[in-house]
Nanobody, 124 residues
Framework: QVRLIESGGGVVKSGDSLRLSCTSSTRPLSRGVVGWFRQAPGTEREFVAAIRWRDGTTNYTDSVRGRFAISRDYASNTVRLQMNSLTPEDTGVYYC?????????????????WGQGTQVTVSS
């Protein structure tokens, strides 16, 4: 079973930055695509960003493009999500997920393996 661990969440003010990390002790993240999703209370889980490990190609949802940056670190088997200019609308539980599909897929159902999530709260 794949075990993914997210870290880096917290409580910040509007305009601040946070950096989330996702790593796995049971699976090399280099086998496919790593995605970040978020879920606010009462809403469905939504795609935020994804990176294809083999070539670094990225994909973002429109609301975060230009503010968030997803990256990979070979040495630590970690994918990071740098989040800048945060707004209250970015509040939610952030999950990382892994897919063996080489396409930069966006649907949660395309990702078989998930972490437990890390809470991000942005106050106005």
């Amino acid at each position: 079973q794949v075990r993914l661990i997210e870290s880096g969440g917290g409580v910040v003010k509007s305009g601040d930055s946070l950096r989330l990390s996702c790593t796995s002790s049971t699976r090399p993240l280099s086998r496919g695509v790593v995605g970040w999703f978020r879920q606010a209370p009462g809403t469905e889980r939504e795609f935020v960003a994804a990176i294809r490990w083999r070539d670094g190609t990225t994909n973002y949802t429109d609301s975060v493009r230009g503010r968030f940056a997803i990256s990979r670190d070979y040495a630590s088997n970690t994918v990071r999500l740098q989040m800048n200019s945060l707004t209250p609308e970015d509040t939610g539980v952030y999950y990382c997920a892994v897919s063996s599909d080489w396409r930069l897929v966006r649907a949660p159902t395309d990702y078989p393996d998930w972490g437990q999530g890390t809470q991000v709260t942005v106050s106005s």
